[in-house]
């Protein structure tokens, strides 16, 4: 009985820290597109400035 205790949480831990590390790696994209997003954007508002004045 004690090796089972022992064994489910070792299958417990392991699946859980394995999650732990997927969604880091998924804010981890997220934050990469959201800086390529703003970067897009101010580029775009900066371009749209320079048009307007010429």
């Known amino acids: 009985m004690d090796r089972t205790l022992a064994f489910t949480l070792l299958?417990?831990?392991?699946?859980?820290?394995?999650g732990c590390e997927l969604v880091g790696d998924i804010f981890e994209a997220g934050v990469w597109v959201g800086v390529i997003?703003?970067?897009l954007i101010v580029g775009l508002v900066v371009w749209l400035f320079a048009r307007g004045r010429t």
């Open 11 to 18: 299958v417990i831990s392991t699946v859980m820290l394995a």
């Open 37 to 39: 997003l703003v970067i």
